[in-house]
C-alpha cells in the first residue's frame, strides 16, 4: 500500500530576507543579505566585505572589513564595525627574497573611549639587529597612540584605510632603519565605550 505524502511547511517560505547595512562611517551602504527565521537570531551575525566593495576605488580591494549586526528594524539589519584586515594575497606580494619583517601587536585607545587591538608589519630589505626591532617597535607604538589619543574612532578608522596612517608611521621609523614599507595589518575593536545610561 503506497504511503500517503502529507503536505509540510516550506521552512524557508516562514523565513524573511534581511538586507544588511554598513556602519554610519561607511555611509550606510548595503552590503549583502541574510535569512532568518526570527530578527533576534540576526543578531550578532558577522558579514565580510572590502574597501572596494564600500568606496568603488579598485586599489582597496585588499583592505577587508567585517561587521557585526547589532539592530534589526523590520527587514534592515544595522551593522557596526569588528574587524578590519588586510588580505592574505595582498601581505605576501609585499614580501620578496631576503626581506625580513617586524611584527607587532598593541592595544589603543581613541579619543572618543574605542579600545582596539592594532597589528602592524614594518617590512625590511634585509635583517637586523634586535634593538633596531625594540626601536621600530617603539615608534610604531607611540605613533599609533599619539594618532588614535587625537581622532575619534571614525577618523582612527579613515586614518588606517586611507593609507594615511601607514605613510605617517613608515616616515618616523624609517629612522631607525631604512624600512621598505609599514602596514597597519589589522584593527579590531576590543570594548567599546560605555553608554551613559550604562554608566
Known amino acids: 500500500m503506497a504511503r500517503k505524502r502529507v503536505a509540510g511547511k516550506d521552512p524557508w ?3 524573511t530576507w534581511y538586507t544588511i547595512y554598513a556602519p554610519d562611517m561607511f555611509e550606510k551602504k548595503e552590503i549583502g543579505e541574510t535569512i ?3 530578527p ?3 543578531l550578532g551575525r558577522k558579514i565580510e566585505t572590502n574597501m572596494k566593495e564600500i568606496t568603488g576605488d579598485l586599489k582597496k580591494g585588499h583592505i577587508k572589513l567585517i561587521f557585526r549586526v547589532k539592530e534589526v528594524t523590520g527587514e534592515s539589519a544595522y551593522t557596526e564595525f569588528f574587524r578590519q584586515e588586510l588580505s592574505r594575497s595582498y601581505l605576501r606580494s609585499q614580501i620578496r627574497r631576503r626581506n625580513s619583517k617586524v611584527d607587532s601587536i598593541f592595544n589603543i585607545k581613541t579619543k572618543d573611549g574605542y579600545n582596539l587591538r592594532a597589528s602592524t ?4 630589505t634585509t635583517r ?3 634593538s633596531q626591532k625594540k626601536a621600530i617597535r617603539e615608534i610604531i607604538n607611540q605613533e599609533l597612540s599619539s594618532i ?6 571614525a577618523q582612527f578608522l579613515d586614518e588606517v584605510t586611507s593609507g594615511k596612517m601607514s605613510s605617517e608611521i613608515y616616515k618616523k621609523a624609517r629612522k631607525i632603519y631604512p624600512l621598505k614599507r609599514v602596514e597597519v ?3 579590531k575593536l576590543v570594548e567599546k565605550p560605555q553608554t551613559k545610561e550604562a554608566a
Not at 608589519?121 to 625590511?124: G, K, Q, R, T
Not at 588614535?148 to 574612532?153: E, H, V
Open 40 to 42: 533576534e537570531k540576526v
Open 36 to 38: 532568518s527565521d526570527k
Open 185 to 187: 595589518t589589522k584593527i
Open 13 to 15: 517560505k516562514a523565513k
Open 121 to 124: 608589519s614594518a617590512i625590511l
Open 148 to 153: 588614535s589619543a587625537n581622532n575619534d574612532f
Open 128 to 130: 637586523i639587529l634586535t
